[in-house]
């Protein structure tokens, strides 16, 4: 066990802070803590609010884009589960634990269905712990592991205990791509994960874009993050498409995340809600 796994939970209260540690590095923004400062979160530190606020400052659009790409989510696991018949989830980036977590919209539809939950944020896996005891034994997991490296994440023996991949898998990468520099090839890292899943296997994802966005002001908000521990890399459509090559598209195919079967008529529209998103199956 590492040392951030002995980190104490009492501070789930809201009463007490986190002991420090080097790994959490509070004084750092962490991508998992923004993104729960713009939906609203308690999980995160000053360091974080600040760098958050500067990317809200840009871009007020970002919080209701983390919002609508959180609803996308919870869309696309109901469907996937309740629609395709989806049992085993493999959640890419998990983030800390929020309203309407993947395994409770999973076990929802069935109590047996699986979810593997990884992050490479260490706070995420202090939270993960909290989410793992509301869970059914068993089903869930939650992993430290580091999308770059996706063979380790097949071969992870934990993740090889509770899924079964030679049977259908979800995998969810969502809001986690855009984290993912053109040097680390993403497009490998997807078609790695995909090719080692049997047909019948989905891969849903959500993607951050500028594509609505004045070219002028497009670099300001990868600019705040390069403070953080992960770098930014808007994609446009088209390459947010490419990830999908070789798979089928369900309907509506790849729109801003409000667009994906909405469940009620959605009110937001393309250059409100700056996220690409998108579900497939391996045909
Ligand atoms: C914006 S949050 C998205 C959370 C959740 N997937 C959602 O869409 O609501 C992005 C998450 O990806 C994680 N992340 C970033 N780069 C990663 C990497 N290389 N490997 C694993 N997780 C990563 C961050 O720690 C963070 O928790």
Redesign the pocket.
């Known amino acids: 066990m590492t040392d951030h796994q002995e980190i104490s939970l009492d501070w789930m209260s809201g009463e007490q802070c986190p002991p420090p540690s080097a790994e959490l590095r509070p004084e750092i923004p962490?991508?998992?803590r923004?993104?729960d400062y713009y939906?609203g979160g308690k999980d995160n530190f000053p360091a974080d609010r600040a760098a958050a606020e500067q990317v809200l400052a840009l871009s007020p659009l970002v919080r209701i884009s983390?919002l609508a790409?959180?609803a996308f989510?919870q869309r696309a696991v109901r469907a996937l589960a309740a629609e395709q018949g989806i049992r085993q989830f493999l959640?890419?980036?998990?983030?800390?634990p929020?309203a309407g977590n993947t395994h409770e919209i999973a076990q929802a539809v069935d109590p047996t269905a699986k979810v593997a939950y990884?992050?490479?944020?260490p706070i995420?896996l202090v939270h993960g712990r909290a989410l793992l005891a509301g869970a059914q034994l068993g089903s869930v997991s939650v992993l430290q592991?580091?999308?770059?490296d996706p063979e380790a994440i097949l071969t992870d023996p934990a993740v090889r205990e509770l899924l079964d991949l030679g049977k259908p898998v979800a995998v969810?990468l969502?809001?986690?791509l855009h984290?993912?520099d053109d040097a680390d090839d993403p497009y490998g890292i997807v078609r790695t994960l995909v090719d080692a899943l049997p047909s019948g296997s989905y891969l849903a994802l959500?993607h951050g874009t500028a594509d609505f966005v004045d070219p002028a002001e497009a670099s300001k908000g990868p600019a705040v993050y390069r403070s953080a521990?992960?770098q930014l890399t808007m994609r446009s459509r088209e390459q947010v498409l490419r990830f999908f090559d070789g798979l089928e598209l369900l309907e509506p195919g790849l729109v801003t995340a409000p667009l994906w079967r909405p469940d009620q008529a959605p009110q937001d529209t393309d250059g409100q809600v700056a996220i690409w998103a998108g579900v497939a199956r391996k045909p």
């Open positions: 962490h991508p998992a923004m993104y939906l983390a790409n959180r989510l959640d890419i980036g998990t983030g800390i929020s990884l992050d490479n944020d995420v592991a580091d999308l770059r969810m969502f809001a986690i984290f993912i959500s521990t992960a």
